[in-house]
């Protein structure tokens, strides 16, 4: 990768905002969490992760403590878990 691409994405990363335990808890979302041995995902309450972890522990980092149940693996992803969009209706 050139080196003028490599600093325009350093830049963007430098920008984002890491979603914290808490704000995803004050939206009304828990963590999703996924395995990237074998696929196996849950979604965990971020009520029960502030506890342990806190409420400024960052989103991210948090399938670095976890292990997935079904194969083992430390190699979890996680994200917020987003409450889904109601659904679309139409009205004839």
């Not at 490599?6 to 890491?18: N, P, Y």
Request: hydrophobic share 35%; aromatic share 6%.
């Amino acid at each position: 990768m050139g080196g003028f691409k490599r600093s325009q994405i350093d830049a963007t990363e430098r920008t984002r905002r890491v979603e914290r335990l808490g704000g995803v808890q004050d939206q009304g979302a828990d963590i999703f969490c996924w395995c990237n041995r074998c696929g196996h995902n849950t979604v965990m309450s971020a009520a029960t992760l502030i506890l342990r972890l806190g409420a400024a522990f960052p989103v991210p980092e948090v399938g670095t403590r976890m292990r997935c149940q079904a194969c083992g693996s430390r190699d979890v992803a996680t994200r917020p878990a987003w409450p889904a969009p109601p659904p679309v209706t139409r009205h004839d």
